[in-house]
């Protein structure tokens, strides 16, 4: 794991780069916070976190699973607002530092934009919540934790008697805890700014710390909100009934057996906790390999690494969501959102992987979207993802 003073160091080599201004990369917020970073420390920072955040290597093994060039690539062309759109013109106006879409397997369409390359990964923000939902199956599988009517205090006790007694692990994945918080990317009076900057004292975590002191909003299970803490939970939930780092076991359960392309990069909190609402960099190809995993069951090499049937829970509407919504998902599964014709992990300023089972179609993008994040990013990549998906079933 790195130093804290390592992100001193990220930013003195951010300052080098010509791609973004000395005053720009000095004024990234101390926290590693990153929707506060301006559209110039974006497009740096989302694939330099590490040389700014803590973090651990989430090591690859040393075979490559190939991911083949299909003989014949699409080149969508679609309406979006009355205006001719194309996969360049999308992510110029999207800033879109990548585009993968693989159909049976295959890539079928592969670019990159904003001065990114192949091997470079990219800040995944709260796709990070799908793998840690990955690894939690994982650890049901291997006999760590008993099921999802679990309660989250027997795995992390330092939350007995706060509100977060007697809420089960499904209640914490489905986002339906009922323990207050207020999540605002832009308010930095809001409980997710407080949240990061929460101090390492007496040997809890942070998240720990501050979400104990939290009071319930809702019964456990009455209403979905969506809460960045009740992922970091999940992580350190996890992580304690495995006895392992996050970053270790996703290594060992995915990253090696899958044939990963690159090493992923996990920030962790100040008690050396790898985030579990967001922090997760990971390679282009590699998201796509993500996809392609859940598409194929969650196997690897024929083994199972979750229960089949809790994997189809995972992808399956849990909780319903409320309308209105910015965007085209209908329900929430655990830490997944569902479609009409399939589900995906989404994640601030752009970055997602969508799954279409039934096509057997696999669609990942990463992005720097100006902030605020409004309706109108997630509508267009909502069109984007639909040209992307009729381009490939027609691509024959």
């Known amino acids: ?200 004292v007496n040997g809890i975590d942070p998240v720990v710390a501050f979400m104990r002191r939290q009071p319930r909003a809702n019964q456990p299970g009455a209403r979905f909100f969506y809460s960045d803490p009740d992922a970091a939970l999940t992580a350190i939930l996890v992580s304690n009934a495995v006895g392992k780092s996050m970053s270790e076991y996703l290594s060992e359960k995915l990253w090696q057996p899958c044939g990963m392309e690159e090493d992923a990069y996990w920030i962790v909190d100040p008690a050396g906790n790898e985030r579990g609402g967001c922090g997760i960099s990971i390679s282009l190809r590699d998201f796509a390999r993500l996809g392609q995993f859940i598409l194929g069951g969650g196997k690897v090499g024929g083994v199972e690494v979750m229960p089949r049937d809790w994997l189809a829970e995972a992808t399956m509407t849990q909780v319903s969501l409320p309308e209105p919504k910015p965007w085209g998902a209908t329900g929430y599964g655990y830490f997944w959102w569902i479609y009409r014709d399939g589900y995906a992990a989404l994640g601030h300023a752009g970055q997602a992987i969508f799954v279409c089972p039934e096509d057997k179609i696999v669609i990942a993008t990463n992005s720097a979207w100006p902030e605020p994040n409004c309706d109108e990013d997630w509508q267009a990549l909502d069109a984007f993802v639909a040209a992307l998906h009729s381009a490939a079933v027609e691509n024959r």
């Not at 791609?19 to 420390?41: E, K, M, R």
């Not at 920072?45 to 699409?74: C, D, F, N, W």
């Not at 099921?147 to 209640?171: D, F, W």
């Open 1 to 200: 794991m790195k130093t804290m003073n390592a992100r001193s160091e990220g930013l003195a080599a951010l300052k080098q780069m010509a791609v973004i201004s000395p005053t720009a990369a000095a004024s990234l917020p101390p926290t590693g916070f990153t929707p506060c970073w301006t559209p110039d420390q974006q497009i740096v920072g989302y694939r330099s976190m590490t040389k700014i955040e803590p973090g651990r290597l989430v090591r690859r093994g040393p075979h490559v699973k190939l991911l083949p060039i299909a003989e014949r690539q699409i080149s969508p062309h679609w309406i979006w607002k009355g205006r001719a759109r194309d996969v360049d013109a999308y992510m110029e106006a999207a800033r879109t530092s990548g585009v993968i879409v693989l159909k049976d397997g295959q890539i079928v369409l592969e670019r990159y934009g904003l001065g990114r390359m192949a091997k470079d990964c990219w800040e995944a923000q709260s796709v990070t919540k799908s793998v840690v939902a990955i690894l939690l199956g994982s650890a049901i599988q291997d006999g760590y934790i008993k099921n999802m009517a679990a309660l989250v205090t027997e795995h992390i006790p330092e939350l007995k008697g706060s509100a977060y007694e007697g809420v089960t692990i499904r209640q914490l994945v489905t986002m339906t805890s009922g323990v207050k918080f207020n999540l605002d990317y832009v308010d930095p009076s809001s409980d997710s700014f407080k949240l990061w900057s929460e101090p390492f």
